[in-house]
């Protein structure tokens, strides 16, 4: 039994007999920095980030190593604090309630004898706190970290400068053949031309050459109907061109003035 | 800490300032003690601008302050970096263009005819500044109205020697199977410039 | 027109550029014909910040770029300029911000675990919008939970060119091998007859 007395106090249940090894060095004496003013205490209590940050501070206040926490004292400091923090009403968050359970129940672990477990490894009951502690030092450090760091607006400014002159350009949406031909196939459907007089197969290169026609002509000059026609461009080419002129005057987009028989035949836009 | 040349902390705020600063507005930065003279001001604001010789920007004097900013000639350059990403066309805006295409010459009110709604101005205005549609004549009918047409650089866009080289009216009722020579691909598929955008947006 | 030099050109866009360019985006600039080469370009960005060597600028390579921006050292000086002080973040966000970065992919469930305590919805919605932090996915258990990871974006807020820039994380010691001396065993353990002992403590 006395074997288990040492080991309750080697793990620190009374603090004023408290072991610990700071640097190698035991410390028995507690640093007493608990007194706070009461008005800061509500701004004291309102800095913890959670049960695990409360714990962090009261280990670290008292220079404690996280691997050997003296389960006892920390467990009636952290009570002390969640009671006052019912006292003041501050908005007790549940996980406050599951810690003091947790430590309730690691101090209790380490006080009873434990009845042998077979093929089970004995762990430390801390060692689940410990490594949460820790975990959460870590990232509670690197959030510091974070915020040392360079940052935009702070201590870093990124040059924008003027420059006039400049312009947002709209840059052209693409379209593909089969998109545009697709949206004719929709609207002819729509339009039900297939079934009327569109099924004839159309000659487009003739509308293409319409289009040029028309826009060489004008109402204002006579153009000599022969130079409508362009002898490069072959046979084929002279019979597009002649086929066009013919359907434009078929829809009387263009006269043609002829001022005498075998004069030279002139064109011009219907104005 | 050594002071820092005083050209080189002007150049800090100006490079940071969301607008031109004022000789006060610099001179205030300085705070209580030791702002300089206004006289000494101007001189490093002189020397500053002589360093930006041969350089992208330039230390003017505008209405309300000094400014740097990048200079006029290579506005160009600045432009394409606010290049916008391409959007798409509408739907009416298609049909308008592949109705122009085998009925040119054509005006917008036949156009309307086919697709039984009207054509909006701005569609016309976007084909025309495109360069793939234009005015070929007006019908001799009361308004005058406009004939359009396609262009040569519709063609080109597209891909096509001629018009000939659309299927007929009959043969779009099967797309898939007419002209597989066609090049019904995106035209600039190939050739569009990498979009950079970071791959994770 | 004579060519510009590269450098000027790069100079030019970097300093009208309100984001970080990055060597896609600059190449983007040429357009179509003669686009510089990577390397080139890598050469010419190294030049300029030689160029910027003894003047208030520095060119930097942050996550999703390279960017003009006034050194460090300037920073009292240029926050002169503005009334408002730059805001501080709570320790929450950090925190939180942190275990994103340093875990990521990691659901809300994994940092509230690690924090202690609940993550607010608040806090993780000024990290969204601020663009640091974004969903990366879901993760395959009930609820499929979304996973958030940091942006590049983060990167750029924090000056960091990669997530390798971050300052390590603290190790974590192994509570049996930093005190081996501490026997934590209960006395009666060792005495238990028929315990045999595991080879691989």
Known sequence: MTEQVDAVERLGDDPARLRALVRGEP??????????????LEVFLETFEGPLDLLLYLIRR???????????????????YVELMKELRLELAAEYLVMAAMLAEIKSRMLLPRAPVEDEEETDPRAELVRRLQEYERYKTAGEDLDTLPRVGRDVFPVTVPAPGAAPRQQEPHVSLRELLGALAEVLGRAEMFTHHHVRKEALSVRERMSQTLERLNSETFTPFIALFRPEEGRLGVVVSFLAVLELIKASLIELVQAEPFAPIYVRARA | MSEPQLKIILEAALLAAESPLSLDHLQALFADAGAPERASLREALAELA??????????????????????????????RLWEERPGRYSRALLETLAIIAYRQPVTRGEIEEIRGVSVSTSIMRTLQDRGWVRTV?????????AMYGTSRQFLDYFNLRS????????ELRDLD???????????????????????DE
Request: overall charge negative; charged content about 25%; cysteine-free.
């Open chain 2, 50 to 79: 002589r360093d930006y010789e041969g350089r992208a920007m330039e230390l003017v004097e505008v209405g309300s302050g000094w400014r740097i900013q990048v200079r006029e000639q290579y506005a160009g350059w600045v432009s």
């Open chain 2, 163 to 170: 018009l000939d080289q659309l299927p007929t009216l009959m």
């Open chain 2, 137 to 145: 004549g007006h019908r001799d009918v009361p308004g005058r109205p």
């Open chain 1, 27 to 40: 410390v028995t004496e507690l640093p007493r920095d608990l007194y706070i003013p009461p008005d800061a």
């Open chain 1, 62 to 80: 008292q220079n404690l190593d996280v691997l050997d926490i003296p389960i006892a004292a920390i467990t009636s400091q952290y009570m002390e």
């Open chain 2, 177 to 199: 199977k007419v002209h597989p020579e066609l090049d019904l691909r995106f035209p600039e598929e190939d050739s569009a410039p990498g979009v950079p955008e970071a791959a």
